[in-house]
């Protein structure tokens, strides 16, 4: 999916149109229900479509409050996600580098944010901490290099 949004970036920057973004919620909410099929892409499209073509809008019956608590919900399952559940699969340099990124935004914003990140991430490989590396394929990597010998 990301791959496909990334292309048609692509070929959208080049033509001159407007670039489109990955939906995150859609793909957290199948993946969560355990729909694995592409059925559900499929009845998302119809139901969209049904959306534009009715003459009447949806939208003004739907409470105001579902919106917000929909995206404090999606905002929260990504946090946890990607601040505490990823605690595991990285190494300390690394963590250290997430959250002090996720800081920098939040106090300098987007641009600033992401420049301080990776300032940061300069700094501390330079100081010879191992970062940019996955820790388990590197133990497996090491399990290789070890049996062959």
Known sequence: ELKTVGISNIFSGITGGYTGSYIFSQTIFSLRMGIRSRLMGYVLAFLS?????IPINILAYIPNFFFGSLL?????????????????EVTSAEYVILLSTFAFLLMLGVEFGIIAGIVLYLIIQKMGYDVGRNKKLNEDCIAMDTSQK
Do not use: N, P
């Open 49 to 53: 479509l049904v959306a534009v073509v």
């Open 72 to 88: 404090m919900l999606i905002c929260l399952d990504l946090m946890v996600e990607w601040l505490i559940d990823v605690r595991e």
